[in-house]
């Protein structure tokens, strides 16, 4: 079974803090990718990282960098929080070359007052 | 890049009817549409998909149907039951290979009642 865990449930941060989410699965898989979720506003993809040290910009990088040191980890970085930045973080992972099903996690919810 | 729409934003039925979720696509080399369900307060989940040289598949109580002449795929889901109340996403996929990744749309909130 497929488990993919994301370092905090409920995170608050004031504005210009710099914030790590962090995101872990164990099933070995290559990609991995964070989206931020806003009502209205669906499923929204932020950087994903298609192995190791690699790393692609999805739809709403502004704001945000990641780090993929081992196949297994995968960080949000919030350089300097912003309100605008409040939001629902979602992390999934998926076997490279399948374009099939993205495990996700359970999300972090980050504040940011 | 992707641009993918979804109608209707928010969906009530009665227990026992029809649900019809409809989306659009814009990016006609997408090629892979699968649907997600996310329940109050959990994860997404995959639910069901559909590959473009496919025309219908179905699994159950649910099914999705493409059109890829215009570039549009629905979720149906019949006999609702109040476990289907859940957020529905839909989703197209660009790219090929290593760097695909997925376009959802703005979701659909599914609502059974009794």
């Known amino acids: 079974d497929v488990k993919v865990t994301q370092s905090s449930r409920y995170l608050v941060k004031r504005t210009g803090e710099k914030v790590f989410l962090e995101c872990v699965q164990d099933?070995?898989?290559?990609?991995m990718f964070w989206y931020r979720q806003d009502p209205g506003l669906g499923l929204r993809l932020i950087y994903f990282?298609?192995?190791?040290?690699?790393?692609e910009k999805g739809d709403i990088p502004e704001g945000y960098s990641v780090s993929r040191e081992k196949k297994e980890r995968f960080s949000l970085i919030l350089e300097s929080a912003s309100t605008n930045q409040t939001s629902m973080y979602l992390c999934?992972?998926?076997?490279?070359?399948?374009?099939?099903?993205?495990?996700f996690g359970p999300g972090t919810r980050l504040t940011v007052t | 890049g992707e641009n993918v729409e979804q109608h209707p934003s928010t969906l009530s039925v009665q227990e026992g009817d029809s649900a019809v979720i409809k989306c659009t696509y814009s990016d006609s080399a997408s090629n892979y549409f699968p649907w997600y369900k996310q329940e109050l307060g959990k994860r997404p989940q995959l639910i069901i998909d559909i590959r473009s040289n496919v025309g219908e598949k179905k699994d159950q109580r649910i099914a999705v149907t493409l059109n890829k002449t215009a570039k549009h795929f629905s979720l149906h889901i019949t006999e609702t039951q109040p476990e289907d109340s859940a957020v529905y996403f839909c989703a197209a996929s660009e790219g090929t290979g290593t760097a695909s990744k997925l376009t959802f749309g703005t979701g659909t909130r599914l609502q059974v009642t009794l």
């Open positions: 999934a992972s998926r076997r490279q070359g399948t374009r099939g099903e993205q495990y």
């Open positions: 990282s298609y192995d190791v040290k690699m790393k």
């Open positions: 099933m070995d898989h290559e990609n």
